[in-house]
């Protein structure tokens, strides 16, 4: 079946503008997961949604970073004013249901702010 | 989630069995044993997961000690797409532990020879 979907696969973007990254979960998948990986290293969480609900942001850098879910589905990141510190790959991924269950991962977003 | 130590990296030949060690000696009963590979460029891949009994999928094989402070992931034949890092990674699995995120350590860096 499908897996984990993101759009967009690259995203080159100026110092100062905001981008929005999508994710489009596995059907059926309850729980879904942002992830950030810096070249070289390892990932970082982000935030979690059960539902639409996040109840655990805390990986969040700063409050240029927000996300939604809607429909239990389709989830966006939004990054306002980007940085260049910013300039990593974007992962998605989706379980089943919240709680430990094994978590499957998009392709990544990659995004460079020059 | 319970500390793993995995080798840093190790060579395997191609169509040879690749077995990948892993220790979780400080494992708690209730933690699960979870085999994840990232391929260069692209996100994690869940592989296998288990709690004290040996498995196996269309991907790989899962043996754990009896007393369950080890493991071996065993990826039977192994070909040159099978070059990643593979990360091990314990954590309880349900709905009642509110430990949403993926962990990942430093893994072993496994390079298939042809």
């Known amino acids: 079946g499908a897996g984990v979907s993101q759009s967009p696969s690259n995203k080159v973007t100026e110092k100062g503008k905001d981008v929005e990254l999508r994710c489009d979960p596995i059907?059926?998948?309850?729980?879904l997961y942002w992830y950030r990986q810096r070249l070289g290293q390892g990932l970082e969480f982000l935030i979690y949604?059960?539902?639409?609900?996040?109840?655990?942001k805390s990986g969040l850098p700063s409050d240029r970073f927000s996300a939604e879910r809607t429909g239990e589905s389709v989830s966006t990141l939004t990054i306002q004013r980007t940085q260049q510190e910013d300039s990593a790959v974007y992962l998605c991924?989706?379980?089943?249901?919240?709680?430990?269950?094994?978590?499957?991962f998009g392709p990544g977003t990659r995004l460079t702010v020059t | 989630d319970a500390k793993t130590t995995q080798p840093p990296s190790m060579d395997c030949a191609e169509g040879r069995a690749a077995n990948l060690p892993c220790n979780h000696s400080?494992?708690?009963?209730?933690?699960?044993v979870y085999w994840y590979r990232q391929i260069h460029s692209q996100g994690p891949q869940y592989i296998i997961h288990?709690?004290?009994n040996n498995e196996t999928n269309e991907m790989a094989s899962l043996i754990i000690t009896e007393d369950r402070k080890s493991s071996t992931l065993i990826l039977p034949h192994a070909t040159l797409r099978d070059t990643a890092v593979y990360y091990c990674?314990?954590?309880?699995?349900?709905?009642?532990?509110?430990?949403?995120?993926?962990?990942f350590g430093t893994g072993t860096r496994l390079t298939i020879i042809p």
């Open positions: 949604f059960q539902g639409n609900s996040a109840p655990d």
């Open positions: 991924a989706s379980s089943l249901r919240q709680g430990s269950y094994e978590q499957y």
């Open positions: 059907s059926g998948h309850t729980a």
């Open positions: 288990g709690l004290k």
């Open positions: 400080t494992i708690s009963g209730n933690e699960y």
């Open positions: 990674i314990v954590r309880p699995r349900g709905s009642n532990f509110g430990n949403e995120k993926l962990t």
